[in-house]
């Protein structure tokens, strides 16, 4: 009699423990060829002539061609958060991407908040669901978006937004619908999905989750499961070829999968749809340089303009490890120092700058290529010259 009524009790842990997760929101909103020009439209025109320029100073975090990449294991993954019944995976996916972007350039965690997003983004609701590019869109574009933490804005599962809730200074600054030949029914280059991961972090995307392989899923890889559309966000945050399989981060809390985590066959639940963001850095810190009598220091000095909200100076010497500063704050005279042997060096200098206008965001660049004689400490102002293209400027030092 004892076996049996524990039995019966495991019987009715299992059903209530699967039962549990067909109850958790999922909430992705497919979006239509419009939505989805519109979007990439959007982003095209910010980034405008600097494309490229934008790439160069991009830091890779891993290699594409590994055969495995967790990560978790490189500290570019934040906690698993948890939805509940709302169908708000999209603002969660949106938020995980940003966190670990963010965790990747600062070697730190931030906790941003998924309601502010939900509530305050206008890119979806509990009800219908949402597109996480939607929100990297409206962060990108709108000078009066904002992103704020969990602490000023927490979680309630339910739409409300809380517009005096403190913003943080961080901005989306790029995004990426990643392409295919038809991107609303054809799933993602296997290529293009690792590409984005070791530029940028997690990348956002979307599976179809009402089968039970998912809604149960305990360990090991998920395989099938196309027969179906896309319904739920999830973030994509690692790979192993040796199982053809992504590693996902769920936002069903860490009692689904693997402690919130799961395994997805490059094949399996349809997954793809993927989109990668990009977002600001907080303030260099002045970090001494040290001197030795072959070497000198040269100091770019630069400030704020009235319409620019955030800057980055990319500054490459030779075939050295470049260097990275970034400005946040206006009427502040940032000084960047940067160690040079005495002689004659190749120097290359890329800006990147958000101002604002009429109420809506953009992008310039400056770009300087050139040779830079020092045999003594030196400083330089960093000035915005003629047009080369579009948003893209000459720089000259003065």
């Known amino acids: 009699m004892k076996n049996i009524i524990t039995l019966v009790l495991a019987l009715s842990f299992s059903i209530a423990f699967s039962q549990d997760f067909k109850l958790k929101g999922t909430g992705f909103d497919k979006p239509t060829e419009k939505e989805v020009a519109t979007t990439k439209k959007l982003k095209s025109e910010f980034i405008g002539a600097g494309e490229k320029l934008y790439e160069t100073t991009l830091k890779n975090y891993a290699d594409v061609s590994q055969s495995k990449l967790d990560l978790r294991e490189i500290g570019g993954v934040t906690p698993v958060r948890d939805q509940g019944t709302c169908g708000s ?68 599962n339910q739409d409300a937004c809380a517009p005096d809730a403190k913003p943080l200074e961080l ?36 599976v179809f989750s009402g089968n039970n392989d998912f809604l149960d899923y305990k360990t090991g890889v998920i395989r099938g499961n196309n027969e179906y559309g896309v319904d739920h966000a999830i973030t994509i945050v690692g790979w192993d070829d040796s199982v053809q399989a992504w590693l996902i981060k769920n936002s069903w809390g860490e009692l689904w999968g693997e402690k919130g985590y799961g395994w997805v066959g490059y094949d399996a639940c349809n997954i793809g749809l993927a989109s990668w963001v990009d977002i600001s850095s907080k303030d260099s810190k002045i970090i001494p340089v040290p001197i030795s009598p072959d070497k000198v220091v040269v100091n770019f000095i630069d400030q704020l303009g009235k319409t620019q909200n955030y800057q980055e100076i990319y500054v490459k010497v030779d075939d050295g490890e470049p260097y990275r500063f970034y400005m946040n704050e206006k009427n502040k005279e940032y000084h960047n120092y940067v160690p040079m042997s005495k002689g004659k060096h190749n120097i290359q200098i890329i800006t990147k700058s958000v101002v604002e206008k009429n109420g809506k965001n953009a992008m310039i660049f400056g770009v300087l290529k050139g040779d830079i004689e020092v045999d003594k400490n030196k400083s330089f102002t960093i000035e915005y010259d003629k047009v080369f293209k579009d948003n893209v400027f000459n720089l000259k030092l003065k």
């Open 89 to 156: 995976c999209w603002a969660f996916s949106a938020v995980a991407a940003m966190e670990s972007n963010y965790a990747l350039k600062h070697g730190e965690y931030i906790d941003l908040s998924e309601q502010s997003i939900l509530g305050c983004s206008g890119g979806g609701n509990c009800a219908n669901g949402g597109w996480y590019s939607t929100v990297f869109a409206w962060l990108l574009d709108d000078s009066s978006a904002f992103l704020t933490d969990e602490t000023n804005s927490p979680y309630i």
């Open 171 to 206: 901005k989306v600054i790029n995004y990426g619908v990643l392409e295919t030949e038809d991107w609303l029914s054809s799933k993602n280059k296997i290529e293009d999905i690792k590409a984005a991961i070791i530029k940028y972090g997690a990348v956002s995307a979307a």
